[in-house]
């Protein structure tokens, strides 16, 4: 089992630079750019309806533009195609002048379909001589198709190793198993997450110290700093959090590390961790243990309730995956943890994904809170029933109720929500 955790964890985390739905689209057209192999002059984007919702009022890194149209404007003609989802890494100060001038004398246009994969991003580029399409399928970064007038030129099948991945995430989550399996791995074997440590505190600091986006993490530390609320290690992990998502979702270029193809997920998947190892002082390995652990419960969970989801992932699975390396921190019992996570499946469910953008730093907030709101309630012995409202006589059976919930129960709400949000835009 360790080998799989190691690799599933190497699979899904992964650095981006901006929101991994727009940056999605400009990884695209950068490739599509790059592969007519003269001057651009034109281009059209597909996307799924889910991947269209959260690529709608999020900031393009390093400008003050949002959406769809800029991103794959300015990931093919800046974009760096080899950087994959930091392809807008470095671009220069310049790029809306740029992206401008094209787009006053060339068409580029954006639309959605529907019943596609949950990430579904095709890209058809064209010059005066050559055409392009680009295919990008399943998680924000997979190419699985390349064409070029019309012949293709890389085509991605299959392979076994993602089929046991799913395997071993479509099977029943035996937590105690998993702990115990990722408390077997050493410092060294976990090295690769130490850049995440790093990377998402930077920009969670930075969202801390300057009023970014809607500024949440930047008033929360004033507040404290204030003595209006306490500067406690709850307070601490709320702000930084959602310091981080004020400064991601408002273009901040600063790269962050993803779970599961999502940035803010990420954030909220190891940024209360890491506060809490702070807090009680736990060594580097066990921090970590914890963000391995917090990592692959998230990503099982966005496995049941989806890679896009009706639901907000960033809340509810990041949640859940940062409770059980919190609870393990705090030295609480499995069966503790399992109560905290019940806790959670019973409180903050119905939160909804309505896309990227400023404001999912409150959602960001509120979930931290939350969440540690839960484990200590457990920690002292207090905790939901079984089998009240959705949460289940077990773990596995809350995490099954969850997906239902979002698969089956929520694909109306997810247009309604898409609905209202393309009226509103226009």
């Known amino acids: 089992m360790e080998k799989m955790i190691l690799e599933i964890l190497q699979k899904e985390i992964k650095p981006a630079t901006g929101c991994t739905e727009p940056v999605a689209v400009a990884y695209g057209a950068a490739l599509a750019r790059a592969l007519i192999g003269e001057e651009l002059k034109g281009l059209k984007i597909l996307v799924n309806s889910n991947l269209y919702k959260n690529g709608m009022g999020v900031f393009v890194p390093g400008t003050t533009k949002k959406g769809l149209c800029w991103a794959a404007t300015l990931g093919a003609l800046l974009g760096d195609g080899s950087k994959e989802l930091e392809v807008l890494e470095n671009i220069p100060k310049n790029s809306e002048a740029i992206g401008h001038a094209f787009l006053d004398n060339h068409q580029v246009t954006v639309d959605f379909l529907e019943k596609k994969p949950e990430v579904y991003v095709e890209v058809k580029a064209w010059g005066d001589h050559n055409n392009s399409r680009i295919i990008i399928k399943y998680s924000h970064g997979n190419v699985v198709l390349k064409e070029k007038n019309g012949e293709i030129v890389y085509r991605k099948e299959q392979k076994n190793d993602d089929d046991q991945s799913k395997e071993f995430l479509n099977e029943d989550l035996n937590l105690k198993v998993l702990m115990k399996s990722i408390q077997k791995l050493t410092k060294e074997e976990l090295s690769f997450l130490t850049p995440v440590i790093e990377k998402n505190c930077s920009i969670g600091n930075k969202g801390k110290a300057e009023k970014l986006g809607m500024g949440v993490g930047y008033t929360l530390t004033n507040l404290m700093n204030k003595q209006v ?116 499946v019973g409180n903050i469910t119905g939160v909804i994904c309505d896309g990227a953008k400023p404001g999912c730093a409150l959602k960001l907030s509120t979930s931290v809170g939350a969440v540690m709101e839960m484990m200590l309630l457990a920690k002292e012995g207090t905790s939901i029933s079984h089998n009240e409202g959705i949460a289940g006589e077990s773990l596995q059976k809350s995490i099954e109720n969850l997906g239902d919930i979002s698969v089956k129960g929520m694909g109306n709400a997810d247009d309604l929500i898409l609905n209202i949000m393309v009226a509103q835009s226009l």
């Not at 981080?244 to 600063?254: C, N």
């Not at 736990?282 to 989801?309: C, D």
């Open 229 to 344: 609320i306490g500067k406690d290690v709850l307070n601490e992990a709320k702000a930084i959090t959602a310091g981080a998502s004020d400064a991601r979702m408002s273009g901040v270029p600063y790269t962050v590390y993803s779970c599961a193809g999502s940035g803010n997920q990420g954030l909220a998947a190891s940024l209360p961790v890491i506060v809490m190892a702070e807090d009680l002082q736990v060594s580097k390995e066990r921090l970590l243990q914890g963000l391995a652990l917090s990592f692959m419960v998230t990503i099982y969970v966005k496995n049941k309730i989806g890679r896009l989801s009706p639901l907000c992932g960033c809340g509810i699975a990041a949640g859940v995956g940062s409770a059980v390396a919190i609870g393990e921190f705090m030295d609480m019992s499995f069966v503790e943890i399992e109560k905290g996570i019940q806790n959670i």
